[in-house]
């Protein structure tokens, strides 16, 4: 059983780790955030210590993968990228009460909650997040750093940039894109496209605030 490495410690972190051992590939090694300046055991028992450990860590044992468990796309690419790493070091996980088609993709770093669904024809990118109880169906294409927010639906071919954040409960209707690093709000219904940068919300769906 390869060791896992987790990079953040906060709520999203928490579910993080529920996954990684509901799927039982990895044994968690190491929990860090820069939250813990001094190295210590946590009272979960799992060693805790700053970010910068990584780099120290991930050199002295190449079979160790590591996943960044930080809710925020912006932070969650910094500290990505700060690592270099080859993206084959990222680890994919995926709750056992997850439903993944056999014919979708999804790229490392990206994690899937209990509950949610993606159909076949579906492409993830790295380091999304598809939460509990989403519904990404067929022919999806959801960019790096997205996050499908818990019980939204994306409708059939719907097209999700990099970094977008499809909030609670939000649904979008087939074949629409969602630009990248937008935001559309809680329980808002999309029927057209939602350009880049801005926050869009209501049912309909109308744009609130630009870039």
């Not at 410690?9 to 509901?22: E, F, L, P, S, Y």
């Not at 949610?116 to 509990?132: D, E, F, K, S, W």
Request: charged share 20%.
């Amino acid at each position: 059983m390869r060791r896992l490495l987790l990079i953040g410690d906060g709520g999203h972190a928490k579910v993080v780790r529920d996954i990684a051992r509901a799927g039982g590939q990895y044994e968690l090694a190491a929990v860090l955030d820069d939250r813990y300046a001094v190295p210590a055991d946590g009272a979960d028992g799992l060693p805790r210590g700053p970010v910068a450990l990584a780099a120290r860590m991930l050199a002295e044992d190449e079979d160790l993968r590591v996943f960044v468990a930080i809710g925020s796309g912006t932070v969650r690419r910094r500290v990505a990228g700060s690592l270099g790493i080859e993206p084959g070091r990222f680890a994919l996980l995926i709750h056992p009460r997850a439903v993944v088609s056999g014919d979708a993709s999804l790229a490392p770093g990206t994690a899937v909650m209990p509950g949610a669904v993606v159909n076949a024809g579906a492409r993830i990118g790295a380091h999304a997040i598809v939460n509990t109880g989403a519904v990404v169906e067929h022919d999806c294409v959801i960019g790096d750093y997205a996050h499908v927010s818990p019980n939204a639906a994306l409708a059939g071919g719907v097209d999700v940039g990099a970094g977008a954040h499809i909030g609670i409960g939000a649904s979008v209707i087939q074949g629409l894109a969602v630009g990248e690093w937008s935001t559309l709000g809680a329980g808002a219904v999309a029927v057209r496209d939602i350009p880049a940068g801005c926050t869009a919300a209501g049912v309909p769906a109308r744009v609130i605030r630009q870039a």
